[in-house]
């Protein structure tokens, strides 16, 4: 049976564009289109498609508001279409935050490189999300409250419940790699950074992950996340702006200090250079020999270079394998590595490529992630 899809557009071109991609693929097919978001709210009620295509500004109702309303209704996986400005990235947060599962460059020519490519990525990007059932729990977001004296003169806002409007359905408690999905006690060993990889369904796992770590996390903390070079300044800031840690858009030549995240730059690649008692950030442009800009196997090699066995290495959700290889340095070197667990994850990519090898550790639920880190480092 194919995947069934809607497709929701203002622009009548850019639904029979998305129309001809989908319908072009024998796995999937565009049994309706939608010119608005109301249209598609309702849509979504009478067709009952296994994942629907959004733009976010639409007449009568926006997208983010369309999914916010499909959420709390018929819950559906949701691919949004962006525009890559600083705004449509903060739109597009507000969409992820919403319930939407994933999000695209609106232009094809930021997709990539080749129009065939592309449009394989897109295809690619609608089966990986159709799997994906969903929970409607939306709540209102929490008004913002004061960070604790650590992070005096700044003001966060406690994590959405929304973050998780579109929670997979729970799997069984087992993993189909054998992993253990919990540590059943800290290991004990000593850690100098905490390093996590992620793309797919990233910035709802990271925020959920960062929003619960103290002031005086005692690790700096190095994110790779798969995002357009005119996201990553947006996401940095606004997870800065829920978290009592500090998070910032990696630069080049900074120091890394305890209780600080540093978001790898879209469109680069971050390493880690110098001494694991004096570590500083390296950005570079990314290489195209290299899918991924940036890429987690890079980032995560680099700490194993520096850092040998002292890192807590993390792979969250996301489509493929990055992270993989890097992982595979760092537990050489003695470096424990956790993944996310399937039943959480949006896909079940790039941790299963880690369980399924065994290099990581654990199987871990997302929401069980920082609770798990912090007593692995000392901090419950």
Known sequence: MSIKVLVVDDSSFFRRRVS??????????????????????????????????????????????????????????????????????RSTLEA??????????????????????AIALLQQRVKAIASRRCLATPRPTP???????????????????????ARPVAKPAVSEVGAPRLPSRPSGKGYKLLAIGTSTGGPVALQKILTQLPADFPLPIVLVQHMPAAFTPAFAQRLDSLCKINVKEAQGGEILKPGCAYLAPGGKQMLIDGSNRAAKLTIREGGEQLNYKP??????GSAARIFRGDVLGVILTGMGADGREGSRMLKREGAHIWAQDEASCVVYGMPQAVAAEQISLYSIPLDKMADCILKEVGRR
Do not use: H, W
């Open 20 to 89: 001809e991609i989908i319908n072009a693929d024998p796995m999937l097919e565009v049994v309706g289109t939608a010119s608005n978001g109301r249209e598609a709210v309702d849509q979504v009620r009478r067709l009952r498609p296994q994942v629907v295509t959004m733009d976010i500004e639409m007449p009568q109702m926006n997208g983010i508001e369309a999914v916010r309303e499909i959420m709390r209704t018929n819950p559906v996986p949701v691919l949004m279409f962006s525009s890559l400005t600083y705004e449509g990235a």
């Open 295 to 300: 890429s987690v196997d890079v980032t995560f």
């Open 96 to 117: 992820l935050e919403a319930g939407a599962a994933d999000f695209l460059p609106k232009r094809f020519e930021d997709i990539a490189n080749d129009r065939a490519n």
């Open 143 to 165: 008004s913002p409250v004061p960070r604790s004296t650590a992070g005096a003169g700044r003001t966060i806002t406690q994590p959405s419940t929304q973050f998780a409007s």
